[in-house]
């Protein structure tokens, strides 16, 4: 457990820093959309790493598949280390200023920049509702898991092979927003999306009451087709609020609020996990009695439901909240009218439009 503690840390931090690079080249560059092509390669290596898994959990013991897991890293650890920053051509920090000359000064000036842009409405409201539609849903993918293997007596491949073709659904759905869905109004796609995800909790529970074998499906069968699509949703709906969230913020804040983005979703999949933990502990969902597990699936996806009660935070189209120039405020900042409001170093002028 402390290992696997480690190495899920060090994943985290590599995956923090990945999603703030790609959000400050992109808006460098003027690359709108950048995040869809990072889940792309990221859709691609989840489909090559779970077959390349699965051929050497048949075929070799879990030793030499750990030692190949080791010998990817240090690769990807060397190349690290031997490419340079000036690569990506981003700009580099300006002169630092005596009171902020410290670790401990650079700290608290990125927190107060931070704690500024997150406090701006556009921002704060989405973000509430993406990381509150992951932490109201209690996650049972463990205890399906164990019915899978222990009750259903399917192989783990099989399991395996349903998350190759999970990415595989991923890495399409990503493509066609990137073409189509990215100009459909946010508000409603999010909505057919949580709509779909609550429904797809129930696949469990026709796997679970074997109403798939009434129609001559077999559980393999079963879970190869429909035992991703849950999590592939859950995956895919963070790919807007990244593209949203990433466009709004201020210039030089795109790697803080992308960081503050990817660590609240981490937080919430944390509660998410130990609510399920909880509730299949009060309902009586154990190693050897799991006739309570359709109950707990049907409160799993009626709790995907609550998010949709508040989908009036998610914005219908993206705001004007261009980098440069004008700024779209929030109803707190427009009753103020406070002009040059200052976050951080920078200060941003907001100015009425002017009718003719």
Not at 86 to 108: A, D, H, Y
Not at 227 to 242: G, R
Not at 281 to 292: A, H, L, R, V
Not at 338 to 344: A, N, T
């Amino acid at each position: 457990m402390a290992f696997i503690l480690l190495s899920n840390l060090g994943a985290s931090i590599t995956e923090v820093s990945q999603d703030a690079l790609v959000a400050e080249y992109g808006l460098r560059y003027q690359i709108n959309g950048l995040q869809s092509y990072a889940l792309m390669a990221s859709a691609v290596g989840g489909i090559l790493g779970n077959l390349l898994g699965g051929y050497c959990l048949l075929k070799t013991p879990p030793r030499i598949l750990f030692l190949a897991f080791t010998a990817l890293l240090s690769l990807q650890l060397i190349v690290s280390l031997s490419s340079k920053e000036e690569s990506v051509n981003l700009p580099r920090i300006g002169e630092v200023t005596p009171e902020i000359s410290s670790v401990l000064g650079i700290v608290k000036k990125q927190f107060l920049d931070l704690k500024g842009i997150v406090q701006v409405d556009e921002i704060s409201q989405p973000l509430i509702w993406i990381v509150s539609s992951i932490a109201l849903v209690p996650l049972l993918s463990g205890s399906v898991f164990c019915y899978q293997t222990q009750v259903l007596n399917l192989d783990p491949s099989v399991i395996g092979m349903s998350k190759v073709i999970g990415q595989l659904m991923l890495l399409c759905l990503t493509v066609v927003y990137d073409r189509y869905w990215k100009k459909l109004p946010m508000r409603a796609l999010i909505h057919i999306v949580q709509l779909l995800y609550a429904f797809s909790l129930l696949f469990d529970y026709i796997l679970v009451k074997q109403i798939n074998l009434a129609f001559g499906i077999s559980n393999t069968a079963f879970v190869l087709c429909f035992s991703s699509v849950a999590e592939i949703l859950a995956q895919f709906k963070i790919l807007p609020f990244s593209v949203l969230l990433a466009n709004m913020c201020p210039g030089g804040c795109e790697g803080s609020i992308t960081s503050f983005l990817a660590s609240t979703l981490c937080l919430s999949s944390v509660v998410s996990g130990f609510t399920g933990v909880g509730m299949a502990n009060m309902i009586g969902i154990t190693s050897k009695n799991y006739s309570n597990l359709p109950a707990g699936i049907l409160i799993q996806s009626l709790a995907a439901l609550v998010p949709l009660w508040f989908i009036h935070y998610v914005p219908m189209l993206e705001p004007g909240f261009e980098r440069e120039g004008k700024r779209a405020m929030s109803k707190k900042s427009r009753r103020n009218r406070r002009v040059g409001r200052v976050i951080g170093q920078e200060s941003f002028a907001y100015r009425r439009e002017r009718e003719t």
